[in-house]
Nanobody, 125 residues
Framework: QPQVVESGGGLVQPGGSLRLSCAVS????????IVWFRQAPGKEREGVSC????????SYADLVKGRFTISRDNAKNTVYLQMTSLKPEDTAVYYC??????????????????WGQGTQVTVSS
């Protein structure tokens, strides 16, 4: 049974850092693009970052470029999203998803095959 499980969310002060993890099982993650999305209350789900199957390609939304870094460890079937210089507007539920489409800034939620349940990130003083 394919599973995607996010962890690492929490409450952090502005300017702080968090590292989210996305652990996948039940399918060969090496062949999948992994995408992080986020959804704030009252807003549409938006793509944050993606990484291709062998880490050859990565992409970031303009709002997070220079602050977030995505990486993957295929031996552990885990993808990480290191978030630094966090801002209150980064507050959202962060979702991890797997897709067979290439990593690009055009990745859409409709392209995703497997989803996690989400992890809450709150940036507040």
């Amino acid at each position: 049974q394919p599973q995607v499980v996010e962890s690492g969310g929490g409450l952090v002060q502005p300017g702080g850092s968090l590292r989210l993890s996305c652990a996948v099982s039940g399918f060969t993650s090496d062949y999948f693009t992994i995408v992080w999305f986020r959804q704030a209350p009252g807003k549409e789900r938006e793509g944050v970052s993606c990484i291709g199957p062998r880490s050859y390609s990565t992409s970031y939304a303009d709002l997070v470029k220079g602050r977030f870094t995505i990486s993957r460890d295929n031996a552990k079937n885990t993808v990480y999203l290191q978030m630094t210089s966090l801002k209150p507007e980064d507050t959202a539920v962060y979702y991890c998803a797997a897709s067979v489409v290439p990593c690009s800034s055009e990745n859409k939620a409709a392209h995703m095959k497997y989803w996690g349940q989400g992890t809450q990130v709150t940036v507040s003083s």
